[in-house]
T-cell receptor, first 111, second 114 residues
Framework: GENVEQHPSTLSVQEGDSAVIKCTYS??????FPWYKQELGKRPQLIID?????GEKKDQRIAVTLNKTAKHFSLHITETQPEDSAVYFC??????????FGTGTSLTVIP | GAVVSQHPSWVICKSGTSVKIECRSL??????MFWYRQFPKQSLMLMAT?????????EQGVEKDKFLINHASLTLSTLTVTSAHPEDSSFYIC??????????FGPGTRLTVT
């Protein structure tokens, strides 16, 4: 199956700074890469996604980049706010339509 | 839109008994439903993928006879943990997907086996 690695496991930033989380995947045929935000005790929520035919996608303060050759993708959050504090998961979907998740990054935004 | 419910939200059962968890897509028809297991402060581990009307596809290491999955309709999938043991205690989350891309998660079920 697919193997997704995610770094860092924890990240603390000052409010207003940027946060970057990186993931790598092993299956070159994977074609869809979503990012989820999970607050304590709640379900994961999709915050942004990217398909394999696109290199970059942006939605307000959130952006995702994909390097298919290197098999890695990254989440960028600019102008971080305290409410951005949560656990973030990357995921990769393989051609069998199965999703494999990274190990998660606990982001803390310090006011 | 795109709401997924899960029932029960938490359950406590005795070792050796079976527990059924329901996952419903409330306002859309899901071609595929996924079942995940999440340990405290850890990631979501895919257990199985189910498509309506067909047998579930289990991930390596997941016992299909222990974790029975039924996807009877486009809006309902069930996970039955049979002969539960304390090591089965975990947080189980389902998700539903249309066309295999965006998936919508249920709120999860906290299972405690005593």
């Amino acid at each position: 199956g697919e193997n997704v690695e995610q770094h860092p496991s924890t990240l603390s930033v000052q409010e207003g700074d940027s946060a970057v989380i990186k993931c790598t995947y092993s299956d070159s045929a994977s074609n869809y890469f979503p990012w989820y935000k999970q607050e304590l005790g709640k379900r994961p929520q999709l915050i942004i996604d990217i398909r394999s035919n696109v290199g970059e996608k942006k939605d307000q303060r959130i952006a995702v980049t994909l390097n298919k050759t290197a098999k890695h993708f990254s989440l960028h959050i600019t102008e971080t706010q305290p409410e951005d504090s949560a656990v973030y998961f990357c995921a990769a979907r393989n051609t069998g339509n199965q999703f494999y998740f990274g190990t998660g990054t606990s982001l803390t935004v310090i006011p | 839109g795109a709401v997924v419910s899960q029932h029960p939200s938490w359950v406590i059962c005795k070792s050796g008994t079976s527990v059924k968890i329901e996952c419903r897509s409330l306002d859309f028809q899901a071609t595929t439903m996924f079942w995940y297991r999440q340990f405290p402060k850890q990631s979501l581990m895919l257990m199985a993928t189910s498509n309506e009307g067909s047998k579930a596809t289990y991930e390596q290491g997941v016992e299909k006879d222990k974790f029975l999955i039924n996807h009877a309709s486009l809006t309902l999938s069930t996970l039955t943990v049979t002969s539960a043991h304390p090591e089965d205690s975990s947080f189980y989350i389902c998700s539903a997907s249309v066309a295999g891309y965006e998936q919508y998660f249920g709120p999860g079920t906290r299972l405690t086996v005593t």
